[in-house]
Nanobody, 123 residues
Framework: QVQLVESGGGLVQAGGSLRLTCAASGGTFDRYSLAWFRRAPGKEREFVAFINWTGGRTVFTDSVKGRFTVSRDNSRNTATLQMSSLKPEDTAVYYC????????????????WGQGTQVTVSE
Protein backbone atom coordinates (compact mmCIF):
# COMPACT_ATOMS: atom_id res chain seq x y z
CA GLN A 1 0.00 0.00 0.00
CA VAL A 2 1.42 3.32 -1.11
CA GLN A 3 0.48 6.57 0.57
CA LEU A 4 0.94 9.83 -1.32
CA VAL A 5 0.89 13.32 0.14
CA GLU A 6 1.01 16.42 -2.01
CA SER A 7 2.26 19.77 -0.78
CA GLY A 8 3.32 23.13 -2.15
CA GLY A 9 0.05 24.48 -3.46
CA GLY A 10 -1.05 28.03 -2.86
CA LEU A 11 -2.05 31.34 -4.39
CA VAL A 12 0.16 32.88 -7.04
CA GLN A 13 -0.18 35.65 -9.58
CA ALA A 14 -0.29 34.90 -13.28
CA GLY A 15 3.23 34.49 -14.61
CA GLY A 16 4.49 33.18 -11.30
CA SER A 17 5.83 29.80 -10.28
CA LEU A 18 5.00 27.07 -7.81
CA ARG A 19 6.65 23.80 -6.92
CA LEU A 20 4.48 20.89 -5.91
CA THR A 21 5.92 17.91 -4.09
CA CYS A 22 4.54 14.41 -3.82
CA ALA A 23 5.91 12.43 -0.87
CA ALA A 24 5.43 8.68 -0.93
CA SER A 25 5.53 6.06 1.77
CA GLY A 26 4.60 2.45 2.23
CA GLY A 27 6.00 1.03 -0.97
CA THR A 28 9.17 0.54 -2.97
CA PHE A 29 9.22 3.97 -4.53
CA ASP A 30 11.55 3.22 -7.39
CA ARG A 31 9.07 0.65 -8.76
CA TYR A 32 6.33 3.22 -9.19
CA SER A 33 5.60 5.52 -12.06
CA LEU A 34 4.02 8.78 -10.98
CA ALA A 35 1.60 11.12 -12.63
CA TRP A 36 0.12 14.49 -11.84
CA PHE A 37 -3.51 15.20 -12.56
CA ARG A 38 -5.62 18.24 -11.85
CA ARG A 39 -9.27 19.08 -11.46
CA ALA A 40 -10.35 22.60 -12.23
CA PRO A 41 -13.62 23.98 -10.85
CA GLY A 42 -16.54 22.50 -12.73
CA LYS A 43 -14.33 20.20 -14.79
CA GLU A 44 -13.25 16.60 -14.68
CA ARG A 45 -9.87 15.46 -13.47
CA GLU A 46 -7.31 15.64 -16.27
CA PHE A 47 -3.81 14.38 -16.88
CA VAL A 48 -0.98 16.89 -16.49
CA ALA A 49 2.36 15.07 -16.38
CA PHE A 50 3.98 11.66 -16.05
CA ILE A 51 7.37 10.41 -14.95
CA ASN A 52 8.35 6.78 -15.07
CA TRP A 53 9.92 4.79 -12.25
CA THR A 54 13.50 5.60 -13.26
CA GLY A 55 12.81 9.23 -14.07
CA GLY A 56 14.03 8.60 -17.58
CA ARG A 57 10.75 9.24 -19.33
CA THR A 58 8.42 12.18 -18.93
CA VAL A 59 5.21 13.11 -20.70
CA PHE A 60 3.17 16.31 -20.51
CA THR A 61 -0.21 17.40 -21.65
CA ASP A 62 0.05 19.97 -24.44
CA SER A 63 -1.23 22.89 -22.39
CA VAL A 64 1.70 22.74 -19.95
CA LYS A 65 4.55 21.82 -22.28
CA GLY A 66 7.41 24.27 -21.93
CA ARG A 67 6.02 25.60 -18.64
CA PHE A 68 5.97 22.59 -16.32
CA THR A 69 8.69 20.09 -15.53
CA VAL A 70 8.50 16.90 -13.51
CA SER A 71 11.27 15.15 -11.62
CA ARG A 72 11.77 12.61 -8.89
CA ASP A 73 14.27 11.73 -6.23
CA ASN A 74 14.11 8.03 -5.54
CA SER A 75 16.47 8.38 -2.60
CA ARG A 76 13.98 10.69 -0.88
CA ASN A 77 10.77 9.03 -2.13
CA THR A 78 9.57 12.30 -3.61
CA ALA A 79 8.45 13.68 -6.92
CA THR A 80 8.21 17.31 -7.92
CA LEU A 81 6.08 19.23 -10.37
CA GLN A 82 7.72 22.56 -11.11
CA MET A 83 5.20 24.96 -12.59
CA SER A 84 6.26 28.21 -14.24
CA SER A 85 4.54 30.91 -16.27
CA LEU A 86 1.34 30.01 -14.50
CA LYS A 87 -1.97 31.05 -16.01
CA PRO A 88 -5.38 31.48 -14.41
CA GLU A 89 -6.51 28.39 -16.30
CA ASP A 90 -3.98 26.36 -14.31
CA THR A 91 -6.13 26.91 -11.23
CA ALA A 92 -7.10 23.48 -9.96
CA VAL A 93 -6.61 20.88 -7.29
CA TYR A 94 -3.48 18.96 -8.23
CA TYR A 95 -3.19 15.27 -7.47
CA CYS A 96 -0.28 12.90 -7.43
CA UNK A 97 -0.93 9.31 -8.53
CA UNK A 98 1.20 6.18 -8.59
CA UNK A 99 1.16 2.85 -10.35
CA UNK A 100 3.79 0.12 -10.19
CA UNK A 101 5.74 0.17 -13.46
CA UNK A 102 2.80 1.96 -14.96
CA UNK A 103 2.14 4.31 -17.80
CA UNK A 104 -0.95 6.16 -18.82
CA UNK A 105 -2.90 9.37 -19.00
CA UNK A 106 -6.15 8.03 -17.66
CA UNK A 107 -7.38 8.03 -14.08
CA UNK A 108 -7.92 4.28 -14.34
CA UNK A 109 -4.22 3.74 -15.03
CA UNK A 110 -3.29 4.59 -11.43
CA UNK A 111 -4.11 2.74 -8.26
CA UNK A 112 -2.79 5.11 -5.62
CA TRP A 113 -3.76 8.74 -5.17
CA GLY A 114 -3.00 11.60 -2.88
CA GLN A 115 -5.60 13.95 -1.42
CA GLY A 116 -4.60 16.85 -3.63
CA THR A 117 -3.28 20.36 -3.15
CA GLN A 118 -5.00 23.54 -4.29
CA VAL A 119 -3.30 25.82 -6.78
CA THR A 120 -4.91 29.16 -7.46
CA VAL A 121 -3.56 31.53 -10.09
CA SER A 122 -4.90 35.07 -10.00
CA GLU A 123 -5.04 37.52 -12.89
Amino acid sequence: QVQLVESGGGLVQAGGSLRLTCAASGGTFDRYSLAWFRRAPGKEREFVAFINWTGGRTVFTDSVKGRFTVSRDNSRNTATLQMSSLKPEDTAVYYCAAEQYGYGKEIEDYEYWGQGTQVTVSE
